[in-house]
């Protein structure tokens, strides 16, 4: 059995793979992306923060479209203008699809908050669904609005 390291030989540590936090225990450093083998569920998770933080700028380009209508027609015109324009478009397109990507991985985080879904073979095919779901649901959804007038460039 290995004995644990003390402050002291962590701290002469040359590979740098242990850390003396503030409390004095030593810890080794966590693995990172150049230690493990890619694989879609790592993929699923980072998706699943990126889009979680796509739908705080989201939040703020809706209180912007709130506040245009509140501020008379003149505003929400111009508003609306960038809007619908391509770069306005490619926002709400993406946040459209960080809303369902996040939606779909909060759902296989309930699966497996459950206890389902935790071997590795339903893991990946779950954050495939997870993923797939945010691509075709996205793909739908805008298909739907450009194919009935509601949009167009």
């Keep these: 059995m290995n004995k644990p390291f003390s402050p002291g030989e962590a701290a002469e540590d040359q590979t740098g793979r242990f850390l003396v936090q503030p409390n004095g225990r030593v810890r080794p450093l966590s693995p990172h992306l150049q230690v493990w083998r890619w694989h879609v569920t790592m993929l ?11 739908l705080y700028a989201g939040a703020l380009v809706v209180a912007a479209w709130l506040l245009a209508l509140a501020f008379g027609p ?15 478009l490619a926002v709400w397109i993406g946040l459209s699809f960080s809303l369902f990507c996040h ?4 759902v296989r985080h309930l699966i497996w908050d459950a206890g389902a879904g935790l071997t590795p073979s339903a893991a990946s095919a779950l954050s495939w669904l997870s993923i797939g779901f945010g691509v075709l649901a996205t793909v739908l959804f805008w298909a739907a609005l450009f194919l009935t007038g509601r949009v167009a460039l």
């Design 44 to 54: 699923a998770s980072i998706l699943n923060r990126m889009t979680g933080g796509a």
């Design 74 to 88: 003149e505003t929400y015109a111009a508003f609306a203008a960038i809007a619908a324009s391509p770069f306005g």
């Design 103 to 106: 939606l779909a991985g909060g």
